[in-house]
């Protein structure tokens, strides 16, 4: 889906600033306290890498870029526990009102409703029968769709020629993954796109290497 969270390539955020030299992991306990939250809750709630990344995606402007980094990890935690009605609406809202000496009802633990979803295999890397569909040196566009639930097609590379560097091995699509409608692999390519194809002749010049699954490619003859 087309929602805040894919920002790549898009003007106006400023520089990129690299991490500085030995900084901590989390700059403050709450950060730490927030990633293992997040963790548990996609665990719990019977989700994957992909309904989590889902989740990030489907957080609001203020959701995703005023709370910070973990804080939005935080939010998609939380996201995670209301898809599987582990947590009801307004819980934690609830919750927190207590917690600061408010007297508010709090609304009953509704009745869990996880994913009948379960990984055919560890990790994400699977074994196909097909032969891949594309081969290093060769031309492909990335397919021009905006798809209304997860996908890991980046907007910026859409409609865009790029070549093939390296055929990599199949992995779980993310796409249907994220919703639970089964692991459908495919090979993945590293696909290696100029800058001025991207974003014009003004743009500075380079080449960028994009990982993408074979259903997001077309052939470009």
């Known amino acids: 889906m087309d ?7 898009t003007p106006g955020w400023g520089p990129v600033q690299p991490p500085k030299k030995n900084e901590p992991v989390f700059a403050e306990p709450w950060q730490g306290r927030a990633f293992a939250l997040a963790i548990l809750s996609n665990r719990v709630s019977g989700g994957n890498l ?3 990344r ?5 957080l609001d402007r203020a959701a995703y870029l005023e709370e910070g980094y973990y804080g939005r990890w935080l939010n998609a935690g939380e996201l995670r526990l209301l898809d599987s009605a582990i947590l009801a609406p307004a819980a934690v809202d609830a919750r927190a009102r207590n917690l600061r000496g408010e007297h508010v009802e709090e609304p009953p633990i509704p009745e869990p409703a996880k994913p009948d979803y379960a990984p055919t295999a560890e990790g994400t890397l699977r074994s196909i029968d097909t032969a891949p569909a594309f081969g290093v040196g060769e031309h492909v566009r990335a397919k021009d769709m905006s798809p209304p639930g997860h996908t890991r ?13 390296i055929v990599q091995p199949a992995g779980v699509l993310p796409d249907t ?3 639970f409608l089964g692991e459908n692999p495919q090979y993945v390519y590293s696909v290696r796109f100029d800058s001025h194809e991207l ?3 003004d743009a500075e010049s380079f080449d960028l290497t994009v990982e993408l699954f074979e259903s997001y490619l ?3 003859s």
């Open 153 to 165: 097609l980046p907007r910026y590379v859409r409609g865009h020629v790029g070549v093939v560097d």
């Open 50 to 52: 992909d309904s989590f």
């Open 199 to 201: 974003w014009g002749a």
């Open 54 to 58: 889902h989740a990030l995606e489907r």
């Open 218 to 220: 077309d052939a470009t």
């Open 3 to 9: 929602g805040i969270a894919d920002m790549g390539g």
């Open 177 to 179: 993954n994220a919703h």
